[in-house]
């Protein structure tokens, strides 16, 4: 008889009912299977227990494999889900492996109950989207930021060179000093440290308390939990994450379509921007 896990999402979905009876055949049902009277078939995953390390890791694939394509409405039975939610469950397990193997015993109880017609695909949709969030919570969705990105700064446009950032993550942030812009046609020569006689604290920039400076550059860190802040970098600082998100940076200006490079000698300067990982 096939080794059923009952998660606690399984007992919540009640397959132990009255009339619901589980297949009673001597060998465990692995693959697609169907029994008269199902509206579709279902995708049963192997006895994970009884697999080696090799035919598990081929099991999960298999597994994963079957899960999207019922899910993206390829099988033709009625069931097809958001894409979005679809990409994002297909990425968190791609991530985590091990956690298609609960999430294959899952499924397959959702689509029982869908094929025996116990139940739409209401449930079973909700399932899809919000299940990846409660399997990863407080965990980085993000690979640390433990390499070193190099980039050219735009100066004509806003946030830009994105990285994401998981919590605790220390980086150092630097911009080359020995580059020139200005910020008007017959502004002051500037790097990227911005000009210390012009402290900004009207509220237009970006930038706006004790040490920051027009032109500066400036980075701005968006959390998971959407809030957002701004520090001033200049030519350089050490920074952590207080929680995943993102990093950007710019120059602090509140317009950018004439700040112009320094050209010396026919060659135009180019303020890099790098951001070093420097662990936890």
Sequence with gaps: MRKWVLT????????AACGDKKPTNSAPIVGWH?????STKCYFPPVWEDLGPGDRKIART????????????KNGDGVSFDGEHITGFETVLLGQPDFIETVSEENVEFCR??????????RWSAWVKTRPGELTEGQCR????????????????EWQIPAN???GDKVEISASPQDYYRLDPKGTWINSAGDQQTPTTDPSYPCNWDGCYAGM?????????????VHPIGEGTTWTAPEHGKIEVMINDTTWFDNTFKVEG?????????????GK
Excluded at 62 to 73: F, H, T, V
Excluded at 113 to 122: K, P, Q, S
Excluded at 266 to 277: D, M, R, S
């Design 142 to 157: 993000y690979a640390p930021l433990d390499y070193t990105l190099w980039n050219y700064l735009d100066i004509q446009s």
């Design 266 to 278: 026919g060659l135009e300067h180019h303020t890099g921007i790098e951001y070093k990982g420097v």
């Design 217 to 229: 550059v400036i980075m701005r860190f968006t959390g998971d939990s959407g809030v957002q802040s």
């Design 113 to 122: 109950r869908y094929a025996t017609g116990m139940e739409g695909t209401e």
């Design 8 to 15: 606690p999402l399984v007992l919540a979905l009640g397959v």
């Design 34 to 38: 169907t029994e008269e009277g199902w």
């Design 62 to 73: 298999k597994a994963l494999e079957a899960m999207m394509n019922q899910w993206g409405g």
């Design 165 to 167: 950032v998981c919590a």
